[in-house]
């Protein structure tokens, strides 16, 4: 796994301070873009929030995220600081676990946000350790003024003291952001509760549940969830449940809970999202099919990264963003002359640079911009890049539906059925295309498009 470090400097540190009016929570931004361009110290936002301590204890738990991993507890912690983005009518903090397997997002909506105008942009936000305790010791509804970025006057004073940091960034935790969004595309809504029985079923779930033992499935059971063995129509996989422990920061606030997944395939395990509704946001975690399984893993980008075309499009359809809250793909298709489907596989492919993200809640597309090198996932995805050489190396030999590819020693056959390449290695033999495809499956889509290798532009 390829890591580096990703230097944040913050003009201050975050901090809760007491003013004459309530509190003021100052949240100081690192570098970012905006419709501007790059910006070191971006402002988002500064007005009062209508529920200031739910949306601190929403902020605590998608910082309680970006410190945990939960694929070998007990581990050490990690420290990424969230991910904020202003789209015009809300404000998203996002984070991922260090694990890679649990995506946050707090969706502070305009109701939350007392009607002032937010900005556009993406960038991190400072969550220390003081800022933590303060935010977790706040009690009441004393009125709260929050600021997204630097005061004004302090914008030109800047070359003063910084806060430097300096955190560990893997390809893996990046590939996930865009795994995530594409597991989060096949999702529907599952089943509702209302807030005291999301509060019983989440209370309700056990924890550290042993490893080895299947998933749990949960169905809805007239107005409460029920666990099952089998999975069956409706039926969502939560594979971990201890993964959810987040979500007990604001458990007494919560309105009600909707629960996302896919249909189930077969009895193995699959991704879900569990949003807890709150007065003016929304808390969602998204669960990878297993704790031990990040979702850098799952393959679902790799099919659009290895066309030529989507590169191309996703070129196109980045200059049409405009930071929207919803990205609708029949506007953007109707703006850039492209298929609805050309159209999303493009999207999947800038989700890979983190400029689009996916909310299940919207069932829609939304624009950030990721404050990171915009290619390095595609660069050093294990498959893509093996997939890459094997096509330059002249290793496939198309034969119509049937194709064969030399790999070391060994010889691959590779078969197309219902637009599904199948493989005869052992990745296919063990996952069946549920995990994307396979090294020698992608080679042979790039041999049949007349791809040479080269990583396309994104």
């Not at 970006?66 to 969230?82: I, K, Q, V, W």
């Not at 969830?225 to 979500?247: I, Q």
């Not at 009600?256 to 249909?263: A, H, Q, S, T």
Request: net charge neutral; charged share 25%; glycine share 12%.
């Amino acid at each position: 796994m390829t890591r580096s470090v990703q230097a944040l400097a913050y003009p201050r540190p975050s901090a809760l301070e007491s003013t004459g009016s309530g509190r003021l929570l100052g949240l100081e931004t690192a570098g970012g873009l905006t419709p501007a361009g790059a910006e070191a110290h971006p402002r988002f936002f500064s007005g009062f929030l209508t529920s200031p301590q739910i949306a601190a204890r929403g902020l605590l738990a998608v910082a309680d995220v970006a410190a945990a991993r939960y694929d070998r507890p007990p581990a050490l912690p990690g420290s990424l600081d969230p991910v904020v983005t202003g789209n015009g009518d809300r404000l998203r903090f996002e984070s991922f676990s260090g694990c890679g397997g649990v995506y946050a997002r707090l969706d502070v909506l305009d109701e939350g946000l007392g009607g002032t105008e937010t900005g556009h942009g993406t960038t991190n936000v400072d969550v220390n350790d003081p800022l933590r305790e303060a935010l977790s010791r706040m009690t009441g509804d004393e009125p709260l003024h929050l600021r997204v970025g630097p005061e004004e006057l302090a914008v030109t004073t800047l070359s003063g003291a910084v806060v430097e940091k300096k955190v560990p960034l893997s390809d893996r935790w990046l590939r996930g952001f865009a795994e995530a969004q594409v597991a989060s595309v096949r999702f529907d809504l599952r089943a509702e509760l209302s807030g005291p029985e999301a509060v019983r079923f989440l209370r309700s779930l056990p924890r550290g549940r042993a490893r080895g033992r299947g998933p749990l499935w949960i169905a809805q059971a007239g107005r409460a969830l029920r666990p099952t063995t089998r999975p069956g129509a409706g039926a969502v996989c939560l594979p971990g449940p201890d993964r959810l422990a987040a979500l007990e920061r604001v458990l007494r606030h919560a309105t009600g809970l909707r629960v996302y997944g896919p249909v189930p395939d077969g009895t193995l395990a699959t991704a879900s999202a569990w949003e807890v509704t709150l007065p003016g946001m929304r808390l969602t975690l998204t669960l990878s099919p297993d704790p031990a399984r990040g979702f850098s893993g799952e393959g679902g980008v790799l099919e659009a990264l290895a066309a030529e075309e989507a590169a191309q499009d996703a070129e196109l359809i980045a200059v049409l963003l405009a930071w929207e809250p919803r990205i609708d793909p029949a506007d953007l298709a109707a703006q850039a002359g492209l298929t609805v489907d050309r159209v999303r596989a493009a999207l999947t492919r800038l989700g890979t640079a983190g400029r689009v993200g996916y909310d299940v809640a919207d069932a829609a597309y939304f624009h950030r911009e990721l404050p990171y090198d915009a290619d390095r996932a595609e660069r050093h995805n294990p498959r893509l890049v093996s997939a890459r050489r094997l096509a330059a190396e002249g290793a496939v030999e198309l034969a119509g539906d049937l194709a064969a590819v030399t790999s070391g020693d060994r010889r691959y056959r590779v078969r197309e059925q219902d637009g599904v390449l199948g493989c005869t290695c052992r990745w296919w033999a063990d996952h069946r295309g549920r995990r994307g495809p396979c090294k020698h499956a992608l080679a042979v889509r790039m041999a049949r498009r007349g791809t040479t290798g080269a990583a396309g532009a994104s």
